[in-house]
């Protein structure tokens, strides 16, 4: 179990074996009633923590083997469990004109990531994912 710290300042604590997703915050996540929220974890729930991606990534890998990286275009990481993703997926001109190179499905939605195809199959693959 992790225990990390919520926006009002209270631990809360996580299973990271059951952790599907975690990431920087984005507006709307932080700030106001979610304070100093700076990273963002989909697990049972989803939870807002102080702590930064850089810090919480390790904790959860330390559970969850299958917890890896991909990229985002603005250049910060997207962690997941590796076999909970398909892909890697296709995309369209106009996404690659847009920056991205790859797509996965992560918890029902695509995810866009600047590496390429066999990228994304080499990560998914050093995870134990189950790579297309």
């Not at 974890?41 to 102080?50: E, F």
């Not at 917890?67 to 909970?84: N, P, Q, V």
């Not at 106009?94 to 199959?121: C, F």
Request: hydrophobic content about 40%.
């Amino acid at each position: 179990m992790i225990t990390l710290t919520a926006p009002n300042d209270t631990a809360v604590t996580i299973d990271g074996r059951r952790v599907v997703r975690a990431r920087r915050t984005v507006a709307g996540e932080r700030g106001g009633a979610n304070g100093d929220a700076r990273t963002r974890i989909d697990w049972v729930v989803m939870q807002l923590v102080t702590e930064p991606i850089d810090l919480v990534a390790p904790l959860i890998k330390s559970e969850l083997p299958s917890f890896t990286a991909l990229t985002a275009r603005d250049g910060s990481k997207i962690w997941f469990d590796a076999k909970k993703v398909v892909g890697p997926l296709p995309i369209t001109a106009n996404q690659q004109n847009a920056g991205y190179r790859s797509s996965i499905k992560l918890m029902g939605y695509r995810q866009y990531v600047t590496e390429t195809p066999d990228q994304v199959r080499a990560v998914l693959a050093a995870a134990d994912g189950d790579p297309l």
